[in-house]
């Protein structure tokens, strides 16, 4: 299952139309690069304020998904995956994100409470988390619901064995009961002096 996914803004809007770069010039900037370079002069500023608000975007994205993998721990499965979208100066933004985490249950039902809240505290760690990341906290809640249950109900079984002379404790436990439930040797008498 992925967390994370951040979806594609109206920054995934087409680009706008740019100008030809001057001669001399390249015709796109190497993806990562920073657009204050020559590319962006050749811009319009309908393409500027593209390539801005893609800034803005692959900012919000990189952060995002970097709050999922800080909180995820050993659970993350792999680094975040992007959705690019190609800006009018040539640069390559993310637009959207995701990092997989492995949502399995653990062994033990332990286990599955420490990993279920491990799952709900990556899923809700961004800022702005999105429908996909609640939804995964919300399902990491209901497998952390169930795990609590299934060690209730072992518990449970676990006192009830011991109760009945078959768990590890019984010996000493049914020694307390048969000398509670024998009768005394001789009636106890009481003497009051006052």
Known sequence: MSIGAISPSSANQ??????????????????G???GSSSTTNLTPEALALVS????????VRQHEQAHLATAGGLA????????????????????G???????????????????RTIE???????????????VAAQAQQMEQQARTELATQQVEQ????????????????????AYEAAPVAQPKLDVFA
Request: cysteine-free.
């Open 53 to 60: 608000q893609l800034k803005a975007r692959d900012t919000e």
């Open 77 to 96: 499965t792999s680094g975040a995956s992007y959705t690019y979208q190609r800006g009018p100066n040539g640069v390559d933004y993310a637009i959207g």
């Open 14 to 31: 087409p680009p706008a139309r740019a100008t030809p770069p001057a001669q001399g010039t390249s015709s796109a900037a190497p993806a």
């Open 121 to 135: 505290a990556a899923a809700l760690a961004p800022a702005d988390p999105s429908g996909a990341d609640r939804s």
């Open 33 to 35: 690069a920073s657009s």
């Open 98 to 116: 995701e990092v997989h985490i492995d949502t399995s249950p653990g062994r033990t039902p332990q286990e599955t409470i420490e990993r279920a």
């Open 159 to 178: 006192a009830a064995a011991r109760l009945n002379g078959s768990g590890p404790a019984s010996n000493d436990t049914a020694k307390v009961r048969r």
